[in-house]
């Protein structure tokens, strides 16, 4: 019964350790799930603004095209419906395709994207109000007599190019910032990794001397019966405390000293 009870209170203090060990990595498995998936969905972002320096090039194009009579209207806006869905993208957050998800653009890049996005709205309405709707600009411009309209459609170009160079640069500026977040991320990422590595082998080297200070009086009660068994009667075994093995040795001494007794 006492054997019973000793190794039914090692194997709770042991399965209490255990279930710290396991609750110490689970907690960090999830921390670190946490910090790997944000950074992922902040390098999804940083990905959906770069996109907007291809997109501005791409609506530049179609409208140089169109002022020079080799595209057409709906290409244009399509186009513009384009970066304007990846803009609200970006700041939004939502699934960019089946397998691409991003998380909403933090707060302290919002007035970068406001600058960005009303830079693109004037782009957009000099876009629609100056080149699209006078199309006899373009008319026009394919005639060999189209003087004027040849000042405007390239005072048109010009104007469309320094408009979309001043988005470019702001997407580069807020594209940089977020890869420099993700860097720093990534780099915040390893510390936490270390120091929860770190922490785990602490707590290891923990349960390793708490179970080895559990066992100590079992090894010395295993050596004082073994002195017994050779006829020293004289060995107790020294272990204070309340529980079941301070219990088990205190009888094992008055074992030993009965058993000294009757002999003498």
């Known amino acids: 019964m006492i054997k019973q009870r000793i190794s039914s209170k090692i194997t709770t203090k042991i399965g209490l350790l255990v279930s710290i060990q396991a609750i110490f990595i689970i907690a960090s498995v999830i921390i670190l799930s946490h910090f790997e998936s944000q950074g992922t969905l902040l390098g999804n972002s940083v990905n959906i603004a770069g996109k907007n320096r291809f997109l501005t090039s791409s609506v530049l194009l179609q409208t140089e095209e169109y002022l020079s009579g080799f595209s057409n209207a709906s290409a244009v806006n399509a186009d513009m419906d384009n970066l304007q869905s990846n803009l609200l993208l970006l700041k939004q957050g939502g699934h960019g395709s089946v397998s691409v998800e991003l998380a909403p653009l933090p707060s302290k890049y919002l007035n970068l994207w406001d600058t960005i996005n009303n830079r693109w709205q004037a782009y957009k309405g000099f876009i629609i109000n100056n080149i699209i709707k006078p199309t006899s600009i373009v008319s026009s411009f394919s005639s060999s007599t189209g003087t004027l309209s040849t000042v405007n459609a390239t005072a048109a170009k010009k104007e469309s190019q320094f408009m979309a160079t001043e988005i470019i640069s702001l997407s580069n500026s807020l594209t940089g910032d977020l890869g420099n977040e993700v ?22 080297i923990l349960i390793f001397y708490l179970v080895r200070n559990m066992l100590t009086p079992i090894f010395a009660l295993t050596r004082a019966a073994s002195e017994i068994k050779k006829g020293n009667l004289d060995v107790s075994i020294d272990h204070k405390g309340n529980d079941e093995l301070a219990i088990l040795a205190e009888s094992f001494n008055s074992m030993g000293s009965s058993m000294k007794k009757n002999i003498c």
Do not use: F, P, T
């Open 183 to 204: 860097k720093n991320n990534s780099q915040n990422l390893i510390l936490l990794e270390m120091l929860l590595g770190a922490l785990d082998i602490a707590i290891v």
